[in-house]
T-cell receptor
Framework: GAGVSQTPSNKVTEKGKYVELRCDPI?????LYWYRQSLGQGPEFLIY????????DSGLPNDRFFAVRPEGSVSTLKIQRTERGDSAVYLC??????????????FGEGSRLTVL | AQSVTQLGSHVSVSEGALVLLRCNYS??????LFWYVQYPNQGLQLLLK??????LVKGINGFEAEFKKSETSFHLTKPSAHMSDAAEYFC????????????FGTGTRLTIIP
């Protein structure tokens, strides 16, 4: 498909387990973002990649959260020792690298994480 | 620090009536402002943006917004609501170039009454 693809669309896990969420950006988009959207809230910034490197990870809530983008395309958000408070929809967005955040971000449909 | 406040988590309008969704911002520098829309089972989609050019910004699907510095507002309007406008709308702000974070409001769910 031509859009941003996120898998899985739904993930249910138990407290304390490890989770990986995957994002396939639009082909050729070098900028990639992860956001988290809790129930009743707007999306909250987690991390921004330009190419392979994390240019801004100031939104990651603690060291249980980590994200990688080893080849500058697909990104994986990793959550260790999940807690019930991690339950949310995790959104991925991408944009062409030549622009900036003032341009359009293209969002995926999100991965809904539920921690029991 | 920057923030946006969306007044009204739920707004209902009749089909054909004016749509007005409110957004007020707080910013220590000239802001860049956005409205994104999320239709059911779809990802967020850019409706329109203000990036310090014209203060009246026109977007897709007949929506427009006006940047009013004196009121620190960026309200979204559409003259005549259509059933297909039912969605959740998010206002967002960023300082712009050099800062890649968008700060979103809590969203307004728009319901259209037939």
């Amino acid at each position: 498909g031509a859009g941003v693809s996120q898998t899985p669309s739904n993930k249910v896990t138990e407290k304390g387990k490890y989770v990986e969420l995957r994002c396939d950006p639009i082909s050729g988009h070098t900028a990639l973002y992860w956001y988290r959207q809790s129930l009743g809230q707007g999306p909250e910034f987690l991390i921004y990649f330009q190419g392979t490197g994390a240019a801004d990870d100031s939104g990651l809530p603690n060291d249980r959260f980590f994200a990688v983008r080893p080849e500058g395309s697909v990104s994986t958000l990793k959550i260790q020792r999940t807690e019930r408070g991690d339950s949310a929809v995790y959104l991925c967005a991408s944009r062409p690298g030549g622009g900036s955040v003032t341009g359009e971000l293209f969002f995926g449909e999100g991965s809904r994480l539920t921690v029991l | 620090a920057q923030s946006v406040t969306q007044l009204g988590s739920h707004v209902s309008v009749s089909e054909g009536a004016l749509v007005l969704l409110r957004c007020n911002y707080s910013s220590s520098v000239p802001p860049y402002l956005f409205w994104y829309v999320q239709y059911p089972n779809q990802g967020l989609q850019l409706l329109l943006k203000y990036t310090s050019a014209a203060t009246l910004v026109k977007g897709i699907n007949g929506f427009e917004a006006e940047f009013k510095k004196s009121e620190t507002s960026f309200h979204l309007t559409k003259p005549s609501a259509h059933m297909s406008d039912a969605a959740e709308y998010f206002c967002a702000v960023t300082p712009g170039v050099g800062n890649e974070k968008l700060t979103f409001g809590t969203g307004t769910r728009l319901t259209i009454i037939p």
